[in-house]
């Protein structure tokens, strides 16, 4: 007997799925319908007919600060921006070392290159933390490391320069860094407390992008906040136009919507 016959469910997967990116996914497709993105944006408070310009977009899973890195080819403009945002004790000397220094130094995973300042997203808290002693130093290399692989699920651009950033959750609350044992030891050893996912994510979007920004959570029970702003699955999907979506997607409208 299979797994399904055991447990005596034989539902398709969209009854059962719990998987917060993929009502993400749904809601983006949503989103993307004529006249949909008006009227969520009308749910915001935000009037899109104001601001609507040739830089409106869009996207899901939003990685811009590292597909930003990814196109820069000049290396001292990758020392400038590291230096720039993290202000740390000793960052001028840092930097002027051998390029392979600097990769150890903030402890990057596997060989480090001698020839191109490796992707900040890639340094290794459980190796560089040894290198940094002091916990406020250590903290801005936290933050500017885990922006670099932070994806808010949503974001709406109204302009290059604004932004929406919306967070699907089906049940579980906002995020805290670090995440894993090993690096929340270090920590706690260090006196530090963690860093809550809207709040890093304002410092990606607003400190290190430049985009001012507005934090939204999808949530299927909703819950106070003094962060970012609540909005409720069926509160967000009532609005829409759900005319043509496949039967699966409406299922599962249906089932955090409840």
């Not at 299979?2 to 447990?7: K, L, N, P, Q």
């Not at 500017?144 to 302009?159: A, E, Q």
């Not at 906002?174 to 894993?180: C, K, L």
Request: aromatic share 14%; with cysteine; hydrophobic share 35%.
């Amino acid at each position: 007997m299979d797994i399904r016959e055991i447990a005596g469910i034989d539902q398709n997967y969209y009854s059962i799925n719990r998987e917060e990116r993929n009502y993400a996914a749904i809601f983006f497709t949503a989103l993307c319908r004529p006249g949909n993105i008006t009227k969520f944006l009308e749910l915001c408070d935000c009037d899109l007919s104001e601001q609507v310009s040739d830089d409106f977009g869009i996207y899901f899973e939003y990685a811009y600060l590292r597909d930003l890195w990814y196109r820069i080819d000049d290396e001292e403009i990758k020392k400038e921006i590291i230096r720039e945002n993290l202000k740390i004790k000793g960052i001028d000397q840092l930097l002027s070392k051998p390029t392979v220094e600097i990769n150890e130094n903030f402890g990057v995973a596997g060989t480090a290159s001698d020839r191109y300042i490796q992707f900040p997203g890639k340094w290794s808290l459980k190796k560089y933390y040894r290198n940094f002693p002091d916990s406020d130093d250590l903290l801005k290399i936290c933050k500017f490391k885990w922006s670099f692989n932070i994806k808010p699920d949503i974001v709406i651009h109204l302009d290059k320069d604004t932004a929406i950033c919306i967070e699907a959750k089906y049940e579980s609350r906002e995020g805290f860094y670090p995440s894993s044992g090993e690096e929340k030891k270090i920590f706690y050893d260090m006196g530090l407390d963690f860093v809550g996912q809207t709040e890093l994510q304002k410092y990606m979007m607003e400190d290190l992008l430049g985009i001012e920004s507005e934090f939204i959570f999808l949530v299927y029970k909703k819950q106070q906040s003094d962060s970012h702003r609540v909005i409720s699955w069926q509160e967000a999907f009532d609005i829409l136009d759900l005319t043509d979506m496949p039967n699966f997607a409406l299922r599962m409208i249906e089932n955090i919507s409840g």
